[in-house]
């Protein structure tokens, strides 16, 4: 059975960071794709970002240049880096195995940008 | 990376059949056929109903059916029943090596 679990959500002040984790079980980070896909509350999905079996990263371009995808075969575990974050970044993250789409999901993890 | 479009909502009585667009590009929905749906209930993470326009993962049920034609795909649920009330969600693979998704259509069933 896979199993994806997000951590590393929380409050945090605009220009803030944070780090998301997604740790993988059933489902091999490094051989598959992997995304991160966010939900701003009461709103529609909005993907974030890939990383490629290969390791090419993409992005959305509402976080390029502030979010770092990366993962860690060794933990098979996937991060979100999130840096100079803003109010409009607030929403739950979840991250998505991809094997012929979206096909696994987390349960997600808030993330609320707030002084 | 504009969205995809969906109607906000739709609606049907138990037992009718109802159909959701999703209209992209020539960048995304007109190029590949890796087009997908999810369903996603209040409060739930979303599911996979529906991958490469018309494929269904093992456990869904036929009554969800998937096509496309240009850059419009859809998606049909047939025989509703009350549990099929949720948000449904439509994504594609794009140009830019990028995904994007849907605004989403919230389906009630009457």
């Known amino acids: 059975e896979v199993q994806l679990v997000e951590s590393g959500g929380g409050l945090i002040q605009p220009g803030g960071s944070l780090r998301l984790s997604c740790a993988a079980s059933?489902?091999?980070?490094?051989?598959?794709?992997m995304s991160w896909v966010r939900q701003a509350p009461g709103k529609g999905l909005e993907w974030v970002s890939v990383?490629?079996?290969?390791?090419?990263?993409y992005y959305a371009d509402s976080v390029k240049g502030r979010f770092t995808i990366s993962r860690d075969n060794s933990k098979n575990t996937l991060y979100l880096q999130m840096n100079s974050l803003r109010a409009e970044d607030t929403a739950v993250y979840y991250c998505?195995?991809?094997?012929?789409?979206?096909?696994?999901w987390g349960q997600g993890t808030l993330v609320t940008v707030s002084s | 990376q504009s969205a995809l479009t969906q109607p906000p909502s739709v609606s049907g009585s138990p037992g009718q059949s109802v159909t959701i667009s999703c209209t992209g590009t020539?960048?995304?929905?007109?190029?590949?056929?890796?087009v997908s749906w999810y369903q996603q209930p209040p409060g739930t993470a979303p599911k996979l109903m529906i991958y490469?326009?018309?494929n269904r993962p093992s456990g869904v049920p036929d009554r969800f059916s998937g096509s496309k034609s240009g850059n419009t795909a859809s998606l049909t649920i047939s025989g509703l029943q009350a549990e099929d009330e949720a948000d449904y969600y439509c994504?594609?693979?794009?140009?830019?090596?990028?995904?994007?998704f849907g605004g989403g259509t919230k389906l009630t069933v009457l």
């Open positions: 998505a195995g991809m094997l012929r789409s979206f096909d696994y």
């Open positions: 059933g489902f091999t980070v490094s051989s598959n794709y």
């Open positions: 990383i490629y079996s290969g390791g090419s990263t």
């Open positions: 020539s960048s995304d929905v007109g190029s590949y056929n890796r």
């Open positions: 490469e326009v018309s």
């Open positions: 994504s594609s693979y794009t140009s830019s090596s990028t995904w994007v």
